[in-house]
């Protein structure tokens, strides 16, 4: 991409914040993209994968089953491999956010922002058929995209809704132990890999995506159950999208900790100085040194393109039983509903295991 094309004011802000490194960034946009592809263990193990694959490969570090591929060489997506969901093609940056959330199998997991499928994907391979995953996208043609790609990666424990998170956190308050924020954003670190976001810059900026997030991260702290974690990210550079949308966050809910995060492959930790002449500062030292836990990726620093996240934790227990909190009832199917149980005796080959729970009378 040619830097004469990047907006004026965006440059002046990178500048601002990368000092010395300003030209490295500079001339990393001239450089070709990336591409990768995550293996799919919901279908087939790192190991197996490994055996038959002919693309020529090297491993994205921030992700065990991430790979980087030739695409002067290798068509991936061309391969009966791909459309049988053994792999996901993604950018490699974009890895991040669902590695760093600590899925463990039989969590209620939800990924407020999920299409097309990328981070859906791999939180259903970490529940490994168990649990529930919620994948869900406001707009109901990105939904129907994200169900196809879940469906092709064999996802069988994931319910796709096409709401506004507020309608979610209305209805199902506290009921998810993992949620995943990628939150829509001014779109600053895909300048290089998709210059068309330079247009969608210039009509909405940093400032106006910062107030969409902030309404996310209040809905997704409805949504998250006490000891819950919840991963927030996104792929642009503006402090007050990133660090200052965590600042305020954990200003207003002190409830909420920040995590200690693994730097690999050129990560670096957040920066907090690029907050103290803002608002967003008010924390003083103490958030300075809770900030230094999130994570930025610059595309002149790996290999990848840009991208902030930030994992979180919210206080209090994750064992406890949350069913309740929003109208779910225990009930003894045998005695309450015989038209379910003469149904699962007759026509049901395999007994289902788990916990029967009623909304209402359904």
């Known amino acids: 991409m040619r830097t004469e094309e990047l907006p004026e004011q965006f440059l002046e802000s990178m500048k601002k914040m990368l000092g010395t490194e300003y030209q490295d960034y500079l001339n990393s946009m001239k450089e070709d993209t990336r591409t990768a592809f995550r293996v799919n263990t919901n279908k087939i193990t790192r190991e197996q994968f490994m055996e038959i694959c002919t693309f020529q490969t090297e491993p994205v570090p921030w992700n065990e089953k991430g790979f980087y591929y030739n695409a002067d060489e290798d068509m991936p997506s061309k391969h009966p491999y791909y459309y049988a969901g053994l792999y996901y093609i993604q950018e490699p940056s974009a890895m991040i956010p669902a590695s760093l959330l600590p899925v463990e199998e039989g969590d209620r997991v939800l990924d407020l922002c999920a299409?097309?499928?990328g981070k859906a994907t791999e939180l259903a391979a970490k529940l490994h058929g168990t649990g529930l995953l919620v994948a869900n996208d406001i707009s109901v043609s990105r939904a129907m995209a994200l169900a196809k790609n879940l469906q092709i990666a064999g996802t069988r424990n994931v319910v796709v809704t096409a709401e506004t998170p507020q309608n979610?956190?209305?209805?199902?308050?506290?009921?998810?132990?993992?949620?995943?924020i990628d939150a829509p954003c001014s779109g600053e670190g895909m300048f290089r890999r998709d210059p068309g976001m330079v247009k969608s810059w210039l009509a909405h900026g940093p400032e106006y995506y910062a107030g969409i997030q902030t309404e996310i991260l209040e809905n997704a702290y409805e949504l998250l159950a006490p000891g819950g974690d919840m991963v927030y990210s996104t792929c642009t550079f503006a402090p007050q999208e990133d660090e200052g949308?965590?600042?305020?966050f954990l200003i207003k809910h002190p409830e909420f900790h920040l995590k200690e995060v693994p730097l690999t492959g050129g990560m670096e930790c957040?920066?907090?100085?690029?907050?103290?002449?803002?608002?967003?500062f008010r924390g003083g030292w103490e958030m300075e040194k809770e900030l230094l836990k999130t994570v930025r990726l610059w595309p002149h620093k790996l290999k990848g393109e840009g991208h902030f996240a930030a994992l979180l934790q919210k206080d209090g227990s994750s064992k406890a039983d949350r069913?309740?909190?929003?109208g779910f009832e225990k009930t003894d199917q045998e005695k309450k509903y015989p038209e379910w149980?003469?149904?699962?005796?007759?026509?049901?080959?395999?007994?289902?295991s788990g916990e029967y729970l009623t909304f209402g009378d359904q």
Do not use: C, H, M
Request: aromatic residues 12%.
């Open 270 to 280: 957040g920066n907090p100085a690029f907050l103290r002449e803002t608002e967003a």
């Open 168 to 180: 979610l956190a209305a209805v199902i308050p506290g009921f998810f132990q993992k949620v995943l």
């Open 115 to 117: 299409a097309p499928g």
């Open 245 to 248: 949308a965590i600042a305020a």
């Open 323 to 326: 069913g309740s909190s929003f």
């Open 341 to 352: 149980t003469e149904f699962r005796k007759s026509y049901l080959k395999t007994e289902l």
